[in-house]
Nanobody, 118 residues
Framework: VQLQASGGGLVQPGGSLRLSCAASGSIPSINAMGWYRQAPGKQRETVAT???????NYVDSVKGRFTISRDNAKNTVYLQMNSLKPEDTAVYYC?????????????WGQGTQVTVSS
């Protein structure tokens, strides 16, 4: 399984970005997909997750600003980020847990840099 993440970049405070992460390869089924981020000197944190049925969860700091979605037919997860703040600056990683029978393997994207600065 390979993951291809895209959409990061430099944006001014208040701006928007949309991240996408597409999984390809042998993928029988996928559990909850998610986006995580890691800022310099900080631990990686969960930003948002979405189940195969579309239920979502967000870290408090992004609620009302970020929206996670997925396209099951394309094995792709998205993160729409609005009203970006400097504290959102981090490397963002997508996570795709692929289930094969009774086992699940977590796959991670390569990370995409998001920088919010004026």
């Amino acid at each position: 399984v390979q993951l291809q993440a895209s959409g990061g970049g430099l944006v001014q405070p208040g701006g928007s970005l949309r991240l996408s992460c597409a999984a390809s390869g042998s993928i029988p089924s996928i559990n909850a997909m998610g986006w995580y981020r890691q800022a310099p000197g900080k631990q990686r944190e969960t930003v948002a997750t979405i189940t195969s049925g579309g239920s979502t969860n967000y870290v408090d700091s992004v609620k009302g600003r970020f929206t996670i979605s997925r396209d099951n037919a394309k094995n792709t997860v998205y993160l729409q980020m609005n009203s970006l703040k400097p504290e959102d600056t981090a490397v963002y990683y997508c996570n795709v847990p692929v289930r094969r029978g009774w086992s699940t393997t977590n796959y991670w994207g390569q990370g995409t840099q998001v920088t919010v600065s004026s």
